[in-house]
């Protein structure tokens, strides 16, 4: 049973981009070498992090409302004055693939809204809608992580607009 009361951080707006719809493109920035497996190139769970499902939410970028010089900037920023951390690139989903998965009780895995902050006006956050079990939001992660696909480098992300 979906259950879309779980979300209704949703149909708030911080930004002028007004609610995220599902055909939205978000982009989540990936750092090496914290979200890179180093042997294989291949993004580690710490790209969607378990801290930051559980407590703050994954923080990603509403690729519609961010140009490429933007996406390089805020990329770039994220690795600043950071030793030995490089930007690898990003891995883009819609929210739709986001709102689709469903927790063990078939409710709504995951909220996706529009969080723009001061000097990111196109922010986006992926919450999780209720207190799932530690065992199903790791479940959920992977699948998560599925959505999301492989990493793209910056100017493939670039390329695809």
């Known amino acids: 049973m979906v259950d879309g009361s779980?979300?209704?951080?949703?149909?708030?707006?911080?930004?002028?981009?007004?609610?995220?719809?599902?055909h939205e493109q978000l982009l989540r920035v990936i750092v090496s070498p914290h979200h890179i497996n180093?042997?294989?190139?291949?993004?580690?769970?710490?790209?969607?992090?378990?801290?930051?499902?559980?407590r703050r939410g994954l923080s990603l970028l509403r690729r519609q409302h961010l140009g490429d010089e933007e996406l390089a900037?805020?990329?770039?920023?994220?690795?600043?004055?950071k030793d030995g951390k490089a930007v690898?690139?990003?891995?883009?989903?819609?929210?739709?693939?986001?709102?689709?998965?469903?927790?063990?009780?078939?409710?709504r895995a995951f909220c996706v809204f529009d969080d723009a902050q001061p000097d990111q006006p196109m922010h986006a956050t992926i919450i999780r809608s209720a207190a799932q079990?530690?065992?199903?939001?790791?479940?959920?992660?992977?699948?998560?992580?599925?959505?999301?696909?492989?990493v793209?480098?910056?100017?493939?992300?670039?390329?695809?607009?």
């Open 6 to 22: 779980l979300c209704s951080c949703e149909v708030v707006s911080h930004s002028p981009h007004g609610p995220i719809q599902d």
């Open 38 to 54: 180093q042997k294989t190139g291949k993004p580690t769970p710490a790209a969607f992090s378990m801290d930051d499902l559980l």
């Open 73 to 81: 900037r805020q990329a770039s920023k994220l690795v600043e004055g």
């Open 88 to 107: 690898v690139g990003v891995m883009a989903g819609t929210a739709n693939a986001a709102r689709s998965l469903l927790d063990e009780t078939d409710n």
């Open 133 to 150: 079990s530690e065992p199903d939001l790791k479940r959920l992660r992977g699948l998560l992580m599925l959505q999301f696909g492989d």
């Open 152 to 161: 793209l480098s910056l100017s493939d992300a670039m390329a695809a607009g």
